[in-house]
T-cell receptor, first 114, second 115 residues
Framework: DAGVTQSPTHLIKTRGQQVTLRCSPK?????VSWYQQALGQGPQFIFQ???????QRGNFPDRFSGHQFPNYSSELNVNALLLGDSALYLC?????????????FGNGTRLTVT | AQTVTQSQPEMSVQEAETVTLSCTYD???????LFWYKQPPSRQMILVIR??????QNATENRFSVNFQKAAKSFSLKISDSQLGDAAMYFC????????????FGKGTKLTVNP
């Protein structure tokens, strides 16, 4: 049973560029959330997708956008990259109703902006 | 706004001994969940233990147990019989009950296990 898979593992981009990160949820899961983890910090919630719509959003600018596909996989897009966007981006999946469903995390994508 | 505070940036323990990691949180909600996650160098967040706020009984999972003090808004993790594989970053996290996916994390505690 495959868990949450994220690609790519590592990514290096230049300031001002755009990046797309991908996530496939654990089998049977329909909800995907994205978190940003800066070095030495705990993860911060970016947004959550369910039924192909953004359901909840954290305190992140509009440069951060996402998408969920009919097969429940998800993408995180970041436009106009800043040096401060360098971080580990974690995807997590769960199944509704989420109160009874533990959150499963992927191994993350390490984004470096130079 | 909900906040989670972990006051111990680093902790160390001898193999086979017991260690306690501290966590405090701030919320005005009465129904919520608290979690401890482990993040080894592989980077994957692994759920260690979960506590529902409405339950007075402290959660336990094998060698891991919590001391949940709702009035004090305190949620510490005790690891008994520490093993080398327990070495990792440990994050305390909070989530409101009722459909929200948003986890609020502390800054983490780095646990070192000495042989």
């Amino acid at each position: 049973d495959a868990g949450v898979t994220q690609s790519p593992t590592h990514l290096i981009k230049t300031r001002g560029q755009q990046v797309t990160l991908r996530c496939s949820p654990k089998s049977g899961h329909d909800t995907v959330s994205w978190y940003q983890q800066a070095l030495g910090q705990g993860p911060q919630f970016i947004f959550q997708y369910y039924e192909e719509e953004e359901r909840q959003r954290g305190n992140f600018p509009d440069r951060f956008s996402g998408h969920q596909f009919p097969n429940y996989s998800s993408e995180l897009n970041v436009n106009a990259l800043l040096l401060g966007d360098s971080a580990l981006y974690l995807c997590a999946s769960s199944r509704r109703p989420i109160d009874n469903s533990p959150l499963h995390f992927g191994n993350g994508t390490r984004l470096t902006v130079t | 706004a909900q906040t989670v505070t972990q006051s111990q940036p680093e902790m160390s323990v001898q193999e086979a001994e017991t260690v306690t990691l501290s966590c405090t949180y701030d919320t005005s909600e009465s129904d919520y969940y608290l979690f401890w996650y482990k993040q080894p160098p592989s980077r994957q967040m692994i759920l260690v233990i979960r506590q529902e706020a409405y339950k007075q009984q402290n959660a336990t999972e094998n060698r891991f147990s919590v001391n949940f003090q709702k009035a004090a808004k305190s949620f510490s993790l005790k690891i008994s019989d520490s093993q080398l594989g327990d070495a990792a970053m440990y994050f305390c996290a909070y989530r409101i009950q009722g459909g929200s996916e948003k986890l609020v994390f502390g800054k983490g505690t780095k646990l070192t296990v000495n042989p």
